[in-house]
């Protein structure tokens, strides 16, 4: 279906959502007619903030708010959702927009298998009436359905439309770029360049995608990283806990600007505990380019700024390769938790693989490599 005609019939002027893959035609139709206009169009930083922005929309004006994500996105949102919107708490009525991964019976990537199988139960179990979306719905059939949906939102209900893959289509790609030069992956080589032997653990998406085919061009065992497939935001407070049951040597987290905004309060706990041999990368091409490209919010704030207030007790930025190789040898070099900041291009290898390992296998081999000297025991 036109995506184009699937908004006219959802009647929706307010979104606000995370980025998917499979919902790349609404996005693109977002950003090609609202843009990033916060009246009409809001990128929020994980699901459960769609979820309470959309709140807000609609208790400012009455109207009927939709929030897009992926399915993944279902754990962020399940707080405001059975606790906010919910008929036996507020009663606000919300349109949900879901991207379907790892559908049963279509082959996906691992992370996604789980949440794949569970997603329309979640819903059922909240209370959430859905419909799902594929390539042969008809108008007249989700005409039909705003008419019992409209009825269900005026009694303050949340109803959702699940979206198969290549259920809506939209004639316009948009394309994304910045204003920087070297590219995640490169800045990636790098650092494994200087990291050595030292543990590494990965942010969801492309960036463990290009970690694990970087070590592999470059002749090395890929247990030296913890690849975080699923679990977006999480990669940071995963190298928490390592750093700090492994004080013996430096633990590298390579983050995403898309994901430290997503979770932006385990900085606060990184500051706090302040772990010595912590080194917290965000590669911030301010883009939300796993899934397309769409902006993030890290654009127009100071994560250094951030960083210093969350505790950590050194801070750099870099956007070239020089500079970027001497803060990484002073980061590595230096005592005290580190935060490093690398303004990075959008886009990647058009032939960029996925790991052939699976994320057992990945964390068997990690766990074994960290088991052995110089790392030690449990600390």
């Known amino acids: 279906m036109d995506v184009r005609k699937f908004v006219e ?16 035609a609404l996005c693109d139709y977002l950003m090609d007619v609202y843009g990033s206009d916060p009246k009409h169009h809001l990128i929020a930083a994980n699901e459960g903030n769609c979820a309470a922005v959309a709140a807000g929309f609609h208790l400012a004006t009455g109207r009927i708010p939709v929030v897009y994500m992926q399915n993944s996105g279902l754990g962020n949102l399940m707080n405001p959702l059975v606790s906010l919107l919910n008929k036996k ?3 606000i009525p ?3 927009i879901i991207g379907w991964r790892g559908e049963p019976g279509v082959p996906d990537e691992p992370q996604h298998v789980y949440q794949g199988e569970i997603t329309l139960k979640l819903l059922e179990d909240t209370g959430t009436e859905y419909f799902v979306l594929d390539q042969d719905t ?48 490169a800045v990636i080589r790098r650092i494994v360049r200087v990291s050595g032997g030292d543990p590494v653990l990965s942010t969801t998406g492309k960036a463990s995608r290009e970690l694990y085919e970087i070590r592999g061009r470059n002749g090395e065992g890929h247990q030296y990283d913890f690849l975080t497939v699923g679990s977006m935001g999480h990669a940071s407070s995963i190298a928490l806990g390592v750093a700090l049951h492994r ?17 932006m309060g385990a900085m606060a706990v990184i500051g706090q505990t302040a ?3 912590l080194i917290h990368v965000v590669i911030n091409n301010e883009a939300h380019e796993s899934v397309g490209g769409m902006p993030t919010a890290a654009g127009g704030i100071d994560l250094l700024k951030v960083a210093e207030g969350c505790g950590y007790k050194r801070v ?8 970027l190789d001497q803060t990484l040898r002073s980061a590595r070099e230096g005592e005290g938790l580190a935060f490093l900041e690398v303004k990075a291009a959008i886009g990647a290898r058009e032939d960029l693989g996925r790991p052939a390992s699976s994320p057992k296998e990945n964390k068997k081999a990690f766990m074994e490599y960290l088991s052995k000297s110089p790392f030690g025991g449990n600390q």
């Open 316 to 323: 750099y930025r870099a956007q070239d390769p020089a500079t």
């Open 138 to 185: 008809k108008e007249t059939a989700l005409k039909e359905k705003m008419q019992t949906y409209s009825g269900l939102l005026a009694q303050g209900r949340s109803v959702a439309f699940v979206v198969r893959k290549g259920a809506l289509a939209y004639d316009r790609k948009v394309s994304y770029m910045n204003a920087y030069e070297m590219r995640r992956e």
């Open 275 to 277: 772990p010595e041999n």
């Open 247 to 263: 004080p013996g040597t430096k633990v590298w987290c390579i983050d995403g600007d898309g994901a430290a905004l997503m979770h």
């Open 94 to 96: 919300c349109m949900f």
């Open 9 to 24: 019939i959802t009647g929706a002027d307010f979104f606000t959502g995370v980025p998917d893959s499979q919902l790349r």
């Open 89 to 91: 708490v507020y009663g």
